[in-house]
């Protein structure tokens, strides 16, 4: 992974309008496979000279037949090597191309995958939608990647259509003349291809990427698809981009086709132009019958700059596809630095000045706050407070747009991220959970733990009973296992506790319990859990009242600061609780205001 971002460093893709980027990247790719561009470009190179030469071998060995020369035998030996040469050549240039365009593949989704998972989860979501991301990151990379073999072979390529004009050239001048009167509109037709093969290839991806993205989200909401019996509304949704798709592809198919019907008939004109003139040379002895025959065919092979319309339509392809790999990569990824954090901390925590902007709005305003090592904090506020997005800063799932973090006196921009992953804990309302077992799940993090530790994590999140209750216990298949909300949440609560480090961000995570659960694993936590800052989103006022401090959160602004208990006298504050629907909070006294409540929870 670091030679990764090192060759990333160094293609340094374009702003995310895509202007450089995709020369830029194509220009990494190049330099990622050189070796092997330059080995495809060697037997291209090879296999081009050999066409060049063979014409002319076979006019002399035509001349050497008819006059009855000596040195025939000679010359059609000649003829032969080249042949096999050339059969030699075209096969290692196949062979050379399939692995260039597959070795550049990996490196590009490498590259693409790696810079996606260092970027801050809402950043990869602003520039596209999960199905936008896997099509940049799978076809659009298959696409760029065919660029080196293609400016490889395509290059050598044109020293065929060149050397065919020089020997034409070398031949006869007129000849050579009356091929030169129709190379303009060559020329003509070539540019017209690329300008407009180029629009139709970057709008046909995009609509593709949009229908990839809708099928992606239809598969994530299957069940409440089915269960709303709209599948076939919602068919008629992912299919809506189908017909512009269809468009697309239809007109590029149409340029396609314009540039290489174009090129058949220019062609042909051109080399019977050749051979006409040639003719009437060969009846007035300027020409040989070899030397018309090397003529006709080096016309051939001159009109070759028509024929390379293929080429080109790969090139163009690669460049759009390139373009669009190139936007995702011009995203810039979260700061990091390589200071160790002090070992042993408590895990104090400080905000110093915060600020998050999205969209324009500033969904964290100046915050300034102070959470002691070894303490329990619980951030509380109504829905679009900023509590998540607190969460997030604190967790470095985000990039401040003002002020600064600090962990132990260490800014957190310049922690190294996986010394920061080891010792910052985090659960989710909904985790995601990764592996093929469950004890696998749990043991998902920045270091593997041992089947000990994993056990004890579950049993303190309360998902050791349900996980025996299973058919294979912890080493049953989690893909099979039939789990619900809030064993599911259990899980990731194992997993947090697992890797619990100085810091340990619990965002929601317990909504999916019942009260006496939540309760459980509320001790548990202080009790079973390695020692350390806690940070809880909370939505019960249960869970506040358990935290030594509870930081209240209003429109992006730190409200107050104190206990539950303080607190709870303040009717805006209940409100909060009421409004996140905590049945406890609508009595008055469930939250455990009264003496002692949060003493004796913990």
Not at 326 to 343: C, F, H, I, Q, Y
Not at 429 to 455: C, K, N, Q
């Amino acid at each position: 992974m670091a030679a990764i971002r090192r060759t990333a460093a160094r293609t340094e893709p374009a702003p995310a309008d895509g202007t450089d980027g995709p020369g830029r990247l194509l220009v990494g790719a190049l330099r990622h496979s050189a070796g092997r561009t330059s080995a495809l470009f060697a037997c291209s190179v090879g296999a081009a000279a050999v066409a060049i030469a063979l014409p002319a071998v076979l006019g002399h060995v035509l001349d050497l037949l008819l006059d009855n020369a000596a040195g025939a035998r000679r010359a059609v030996a000649l003829c032969a090597i080249l042949i096999v040469a050339e059969v030699v050549f075209d096969a290692a240039e196949a062979l050379l191309s399939g692995i260039t365009t597959a070795r550049t593949a990996a490196w590009l989704r490498r590259l693409g995958i790696d810079h996606v998972l260092s970027l801050a989860p809402h950043r990869a979501a602003e520039r596209g939608t999960p199905g936008d991301l896997v099509t940049r990151l799978t076809g659009n990379a298959a696409g760029a990647s065919t660029a080196p073999a293609t400016v490889a072979t395509g290059l050598a390529a044109l020293f065929v259509p060149l050397g065919g004009l020089i020997a034409l050239a070398v031949i006869d001048l007129p000849l050579f003349a009356v091929f030169l009167a129709g190379v303009p509109l060559l020329a003509w037709l070539l540019r017209a291809f690329v300008r407009d093969s180029s629009d139709s290839v970057a709008r046909y991806q995009r609509v593709q990427a949009d229908i990839a993205g809708r099928l992606v989200e239809a598969l994530g909401g299957s069940r409440t698809i089915a269960a709303a019996g709209s599948s076939a509304r919602e068919l008629d949704r992912i299919l809506a981009p189908l017909p512009e798709l269809g468009n697309q592809g239809r007109r590029m198919w149409h340029v396609y086709g314009r540039a290489m019907a174009g090129a058949g008939i220019l062609v042909p004109l051109l080399t019977t132009a050749v051979l006409a003139v040639g003719g009437i040379r060969l009846t007035h002895g300027d020409l040989t019958v070899g030397e018309l025959l090397a003529a006709s065919r080096y016309a051939l092979l001159a009109a070759g700059l028509g024929a390379g319309v293929g080429q080109l339509n790969a090139l163009v392809r690669s460049r759009a596809a390139a373009r669009r790999t190139a936007e995702l990569l011009a995203v810039p990824p979260m700061r990091s630095g390589t200071d160790p954090l002090p070992a042993h901390g408590p895990g104090r925590l400080e905000l110093r000045g915060v600020t998050v902007v999205r969209d324009g709005t500033a969904v964290l305003r100046d915050v300034h706050l102070i959470v002691p090592g070894g303490s329990t904090v619980a951030v509380v506020g109504h829905s679009g407070a900023g509590k998540s997005t607190l969460a997030a800063v604190a967790g470095r799932l985000t990039d401040v747009d003002a002020g600064t973090v600090w962990l132990d006196g260490v800014p957190a921009t310049e922690v190294d991220p996986t010394r920061w992953r080891r010792e910052v804990g985090y659960a989710f309302e909904r985790p995601a959970l990764f592996g093929d077992t469950i004890a696998e799940a749990i043991g998902f993090g920045p270091y593997a733990s041992s089947p000990g530790e994993v056990e004890v994590a579950a049993e303190a999140a309360g998902a050791d009973g349900f996980i025996r209750l299973l058919p294979k216990g912890y080493a049953a298949p989690l893909s099979g296992a039939p789990l619900s909300g809030g064993e599911l949440q259990r899980l990731g609560l194992a997993r947090a506790f697992a890797h619990a480090g100085r810091l340990l961000i619990l965002d929601d995570a317990t909504s999916s319990l019942d009260s006496v659960t939540e309760l459980r694993v509320g001790r548990a936590l202080v009790r079973d859990v390695r020692a350390g800052t806690r940070l809880l989103i909370a939505h019960r006022a249960s869970s506040a009242a358990r935290a030594d401090r509870v930081v209240w959160l209003e429109a992006g602004r730190v409200r107050a600061l104190g206990t539950h208990r303080e607190l709870w006298d303040v009717p805006d504050y209940r409100a909060v609780f009421a409004d996140l629907g905590d049945p406890g909070a609508a009595e008055g006294s469930a939250a455990g205001a009264g003496p002692g409540a949060a003493g004796e929870d913990r």
